[in-house]
């Protein structure tokens, strides 16, 4: 997603002009940083019940590997997954930015993790040629879960991850991806956009994953919640909402800040900085200290029919262009 839900010709169109002048020397107080804070949760109480051995997910999303957010800044946020010695890597989306011509570079950061690393796809994946993105992931050592799950097998135990491909461009299906779901296995859930947790959670999957919002980017005075709220539309904009009680019918979401951008590098408070999470399954909530407690969601908005629509054509009208233009889709 582009700062405050940019259209994304627009986040391009400027993306690009930001990085003409930053190669001029024009615009120093863009230049991205290389912190990146790492915050830690809990699991789920369902987690703790079955679960005997502690699992470590280390969450990563909205790399945007591109012009914007610089490889020292990638490369920074794979040494620190790294050093912490994950189970398990999941990425929710948005591998890149605006184009393919940075996919070597993506393939580079995906294969430098020493853990497994599960991921679903963004918006601006489709935007930029989805099936390029996923071969790039796939050679890179990552799986792609689009609508489906999977059950791993890590440090002796056994963990579901559910995958929705990307509903802001319409490419998710969790009836396919959750059809045949096990409800005995402690469940994870991966997806690009926070609101469709809502439906993992009816299957079973007590915790989900997501990105998209960047936390706003600027969260100084709630600027955020105005922006991609009220604006946008969206419940969760960054962090941890929903329950993690074992009795509740629902279940919990955390959005990641990301680590990229589309458009704009810079992060203004501390809740928009660039952001690793670890979740700690198994271990029961409330039995360390936790970044933040749980939130409550903003009323939100669906997109409307029209909105979806127009979406949809966007991403057929950007493949027919690099058809034509005779570029791998």
């Known amino acids: 997603m582009g700062l405050f839900g940019m259209s994304e010709s627009s986040q391009a169109a400027l993306a690009t002009r930001l990085a003409r002048s930053r190669a001029r020397g024009r615009s120093t107080w863009l230049e991205p940083s290389t912190k990146i804070e790492l915050r830690r949760f809990a699991g789920t109480r369902r987690h703790a ?69 599960l991921g679903v796809l963004g918006n601006h994946d489709h935007w930029s040629g989805a099936n390029a993105v996923r071969r790039v992931l796939r050679r890179a050592g990552a799986e792609v879960l ?27 299906d969790w009836r396919a991806a959750t059809r045949g779901m096990r409800r005995d296995l402690p469940t994870l859930g991966l997806s690009h956009i926070a609101e469709e947790s809502e439906h993992l959670w009816r299957a079973g999957a007590s915790l989900v994953l997501s990105g998209h919002t960047h936390a706003g980017q600027v969260t100084l005075a709630r600027l955020n919640e105005l922006a991609i709220g009220r604006l946008v539309g969206h419940k969760y904009i960054h962090g941890l909402y929903g329950s993690r009680d074992a009795e509740d019918a629902a279940g919990s979401v955390y959005v990641g ?28 909530p409330g039995s360390f200290s936790e970044h933040h407690e749980v939130q409550t969601p903003l009323k939100g908005r669906p997109p409307s029919p029209r909105t979806k629509e127009k979406r949809a054509r966007a991403v057929a009208r950007k493949r027919a262009r690099r058809i034509a233009q005779g570029h791998d889709d």
């Not at 990229?260 to 700690?280: Q, S």
């Open 49 to 117: 019940e079955r679960l005997s051995t502690p699992l470590r997910i280390a969450h990563l999303t909205d790399l945007h590997v591109g012009r914007v957010t610089p490889m020292r800044v990638q490369m920074t946020a794979v040494e620190m997954v790294n050093e912490r010695r994950p189970d398990l890597v999941c990425i929710t989306g948005d591998f890149v930015c605006h184009s393919q011509a940075f996919l070597d570079q993506l393939g580079h950061v995906i294969a430098s993790i020493e853990a497994p690393v």
């Open 257 to 284: 800040a990301g680590i990229g951008a589309a458009v704009f590098p810079l992060r203004i408070g501390k809740r928009a900085r660039r952001e690793i999470t670890l979740f700690d399954l198994g271990m029961e």
């Open 146 to 172: 689009d609508n489906v799950h999977t059950v791993l097998e890590l440090r002796n135990e056994r963990l579901q991850v559910v995958g929705l491909d990307d509903a802001y461009t319409g490419h998710a």
